[in-house]
């Protein structure tokens, strides 16, 4: 996978070098694993979240690996939603072979239902479809797959963040179930811990749940970088994996 590190490297060097004056506030990211946010953008402003991860032995007795990489872009259209695209490529490899290219598009959109109260977490609904009308045709959806998430999110003091989200997502065997719970520790001003459980399950498939550590850092202002480190906690879960993200904001 020489080429997706490149690719992520080239990625996070775009992020970095665009004028810095464009942009003059720190992104809150949705990150490509656990953590989605209940803020949404101003509107008028962009987002690009752009990551790799991978995962080894992903049935814990072989030798599979996974790579992806993936390409969220955020739209601010007023003050309480805004529209994304999600671009993804994957690699499956083993000692057989692999598949790789892209996988469906993913269209959606947030909405801010709820702010934030003394008491009362704010709230956000994430609605949107995954699409296979230029995915690879190893990867394709059959149909059209739609889903929607509930997040949560709830600043506990200066230091403390806990978040999470359930969601459904239609697959043609049965829906799938999504949870989380994260909690953000911010170390200084410009990085922050997240603590996360996260985890999958269906009619039809055992449970797949996960932890993780991951570190954030507001590099310069509008660049956030993100590096986890997780691992399966389920005999039906992936094995160890690694994301690397970046993501740029602009006004």
Not at 14 to 25: E, K, L, S
Not at 27 to 38: E, G, K, N, V
Not at 171 to 185: H, K, Q, T, W
Request: with cysteine; charged share 15%.
């Amino acid at each position: 996978m020489t080429g997706v590190l490149r690719y992520c490297v080239a990625v996070i060097m775009i992020f970095v070098v665009v004028d810095q004056a464009i942009c003059q506030v720190y992104p809150i990211t949705d990150r490509s694993l656990a953590y989605t946010t209940a803020a949404t953008i101003p509107a008028g402003s962009l987002q690009l979240e752009s990551g790799y991860f991978g995962v080894h032995d992903l049935s814990k007795v072989s030798d599979l690996r996974l790579d992806g990489l993936s390409l969220l872009t955020r739209l601010g259209l007023n003050d309480r939603a805004e529209l994304r695209l999600g671009l993804n490529g994957l690699s499956f490899n083993d000692a057989a072979g692999g598949v790789s290219g892209l996988a469906p598009v993913t269209i959606s959109s947030k909405l801010a239902v709820i702010d934030e109260g003394l008491k009362m977490p704010a709230i956000s609904l994430l609605a949107g479809v995954a699409v296979s009308d230029i995915a690879s045709s190893e990867l394709a959806n059959e149909t059209i797959q739609p889903s929607i998430k509930i997040i949560p999110e709830k600043f506990l003091n200066h230091l403390f963040i806990i978040g999470g989200n359930v969601g459904w997502t239609y697959l043609p065997d049965a829906p799938e179930i999504g949870y989380s719970v994260s909690l953000r520790l911010a170390i200084t001003e410009e990085l922050a811990l997240y603590g996360e459980f996260y985890g999958f399950n269906s009619a039809v498939t055992e449970a797949r749940d996960f932890v993780d550590l991951a570190f954030e850092v507001w590099a310069w202002d509008g660049v956030a970088l993100d590096v986890a480190l997780g691992w399966g906690i389920t005999d039906a879960a992936d094995g160890g994996f690694i994301s690397l993200g970046a993501a740029r904001y602009f006004d």
